[in-house]
Nanobody, 128 residues
Framework: QVQLVESGGGSVQAGGSLRLSCVAS????????MGWFRQAPGKEREGVAA????????YYADSVKGRFTISRDNAKNTLYLQMNSLEPEDTAMYYC?????????????????????WGQGTQVTVSS
């Protein structure tokens, strides 16, 4: 049974930082690209950041470049998202997701509909 469990969300003031984690189980983690997505109330889900199977390639939405850093530890089956300089516009439910290696490409890796497995999400709230 595939499971992706996010943690690390919370409430923070603008300018603060949070680190999200996502622990994967039930599938071969090291054969999947991984991504973070978010969805704010009334808005569509958007890709935030993604990483290749080995973690050597990373991809970011323009809105978070320079502020967020995605990383993965394949020995621990864990994905991370370090979020710095948080803004109220970053308020959303954050989800981690897994993308089969055969579908990993720079053009597909931030498309939510390409992903195979999803976690339940962790809430991030940034106040001004």
């Amino acid at each position: 049974q595939v499971q992706l469990v996010e943690s690390g969300g919370g409430s923070v003031q603008a300018g603060g930082s949070l680190r999200l984690s996502c622990v994967a189980s039930g599938y071969i983690y090291s054969r999947y690209c991984m991504g973070w997505f978010r969805q704010a109330p009334g808005k569509e889900r958007e890709g935030v950041a993604a990483t290749s199977i080995g973690g050597g390639s990373t991809y970011y939405a323009d809105s978070v470049k320079g502020r967020f850093t995605i990383s993965r530890d394949n020995a621990k089956n864990t994905l991370y998202l370090q979020m710095n300089s948080l803004e109220p516009e970053d308020t959303a439910m954050y989800y981690c997701a897994a993308l089969s290696g055969r579908k990993c490409s720079s053009t597909r890796i931030l498309r939510d509909y390409e992903y195979d497995y999803w976690g339940q999400g962790t809430q991030v709230t940034v106040s001004s």
